[in-house]
């Protein structure tokens, strides 16, 4: 009896367990209700192209009409790369509104018969009531990448200097860049007239002679660091091209680490090697009362050593660092 029982509770029991299985395996098989991401009446639309407004209907008359009255500029600034991008081969609806995608919608200007500033049309002008930054803004539209990614906040932005004062857009002034004067000095020498005048001294970076320009250190568009330099600090840039002096060195001498401009100006002077004071005044500025007399000046041999030939550097040659043993004197 105990047998029978046990028997007939365990095939009651496995009988139980198929079922249950069989149930799970069945609403497995069952379609899944649809999420609501899958819901066709929950599916968020999907964005459609930006369809520019009409011509008419946003004040645009077009470029052929612009060309009616300013045929001189307009078939200048056909000629230009600019110009045969936004006329002929635009990218963008932007680019597809030729003169007034700069300028602004004409069609006010057109009805009230033409003149400057009438309807509102920007024009870049000297004496243009538009606000400089609305009209860089126009420029920093397209141009906002590469060197120009850090024109907001820059020194040039900050003083509202408009970039029609270094570029010249409605014709082919120069070869490249569109530069408002002929080279790049003459361009920067419009306001840093100091700077340009230091590149006729005797010692100067080979900027007259065509090897090298401002924007060879400098990016007139913003950096992020001092004095708009390239590089994120003045020695970095010094030595893009005179490695020899990067270092590392056994012996370090401070002022150097800190910045090559402490001894030169790298926009040009009129002693040897652009240093700013000439030889031994300029070491004697941290140098006095060391080893050597404050002025060491005089008639006697012993004087003469230290201000002939290369003053402190007759002994002292390794100047910018020393990787000698002996060398923490940079004598060696």
């Given at each position: 009896m105990h047998t029978g029982v046990g028997m007939s509770g365990k095939s009651a029991g496995f009988a139980v367990v198929l079922t249950i299985a069989a149930l799970i395996g069945g609403l497995l098989l069952l379609p899944s209700p649809p999420t609501p991401a899958q819901t066709p009446a929950q599916t968020p639309a999907q964005p459609s192209a930006v369809t520019p407004p009409s011509p008419a209907d946003a004040g645009y008359v077009g470029s052929e009409t612009c060309k009616g009255c300013h045929e001189d500029q307009w078939n200048k600034f056909a000629a230009t790369k600019m110009g045969r991008l936004m006329l002929q081969h635009p990218r963008s609806a932007k680019e597809g509104m030729g003169c007034e995608g700069c300028h602004g919608p004409g069609k006010e200007h057109v009805e009230k018969g033409g003149g400057k500033g009438v309807g509102g049309?920007?024009?870049?002008?000297?004496?243009?009531?538009?606000?400089?930054?609305?009209?860089?803004?126009?420029?920093?539209?397209?141009?906002?990448?590469?060197?120009?990614?850090?024109?907001?906040?820059?020194?040039?932005?900050?003083r509202d200097v408009p970039c029609t004062s270094c570029h010249v857009v409605m014709e082919n002034f120069t070869p490249k860049h569109n530069l408002a004067r002929a080279t790049v000095i003459d361009t920067c020498g419009q306001c840093h007239v100091k700077q340009k005048d230091q590149q006729l001294r005797s010692s100067h970076m080979p900027?007259?002679?065509?090897?090298?320009?401002?924007?060879?250190?400098?990016?007139?568009?913003?950096?992020?660091?001092?004095?708009?330099?390239?590089?994120?600090?003045?020695?970095?840039?010094?030595?893009?091209?005179?490695?020899?002096?990067?270092?590392?060195?056994?012996?370090?001498?401070?002022?150097?680490?800190?910045?090559?401009?402490?001894?030169?100006?790298?926009?040009?002077?009129?002693?040897?090697?652009?240093?700013?004071?000439?030889?031994?005044?300029?070491?004697?500025?941290?140098?006095?009362?060391?080893?050597?007399?404050?002025?060491?000046?005089?008639?006697?041999?012993?004087?003469?050593?230290?201000?002939?030939?290369?003053a402190c550097l007759n002994c002292h040659v390794n100047i910018h660092g020393s990787n000698h043993p002996s060398g923490f004197a940079f004598t060696r």
């Amino acid at each position: 009896m105990h047998t029978g029982v046990g028997m007939s509770g365990k095939s009651a029991g496995f009988a139980v367990v198929l079922t249950i299985a069989a149930l799970i395996g069945g609403l497995l098989l069952l379609p899944s209700p649809p999420t609501p991401a899958q819901t066709p009446a929950q599916t968020p639309a999907q964005p459609s192209a930006v369809t520019p407004p009409s011509p008419a209907d946003a004040g645009y008359v077009g470029s052929e009409t612009c060309k009616g009255c300013h045929e001189d500029q307009w078939n200048k600034f056909a000629a230009t790369k600019m110009g045969r991008l936004m006329l002929q081969h635009p990218r963008s609806a932007k680019e597809g509104m030729g003169c007034e995608g700069c300028h602004g919608p004409g069609k006010e200007h057109v009805e009230k018969g033409g003149g400057k500033g009438v309807g509102g049309m920007i024009t870049f002008a000297r004496n243009d009531k538009t606000p400089v930054d609305k009209r860089n803004q126009v420029c920093t539209t397209c141009h906002n990448k590469g060197q120009h990614l850090f024109w907001k906040g820059s020194a040039h932005e900050s003083r509202d200097v408009p970039c029609t004062s270094c570029h010249v857009v409605m014709e082919n002034f120069t070869p490249k860049h569109n530069l408002a004067r002929a080279t790049v000095i003459d361009t920067c020498g419009q306001c840093h007239v100091k700077q340009k005048d230091q590149q006729l001294r005797s010692s100067h970076m080979p900027l007259r002679e065509g090897k090298m320009t401002c924007t060879s250190c400098h990016n007139p568009h913003g950096t992020i660091s001092v004095s708009l330099l390239k590089e994120p600090w003045p020695n970095a840039t010094c030595f893009a091209c005179h490695a020899d002096k990067r270092g590392p060195f056994l012996w370090v001498h401070a002022p150097v680490n800190e910045s090559c401009s402490n001894c030169h100006d790298p926009h040009g002077s009129n002693h040897e090697r652009m240093l700013k004071v000439a030889k031994p005044r300029l070491c004697q500025q941290c140098h006095i009362e060391s080893r050597h007399p404050t002025s060491p000046y005089g008639r006697d041999v012993s004087s003469q050593k230290f201000v002939l030939g290369r003053a402190c550097l007759n002994c002292h040659v390794n100047i910018h660092g020393s990787n000698h043993p002996s060398g923490f004197a940079f004598t060696r």
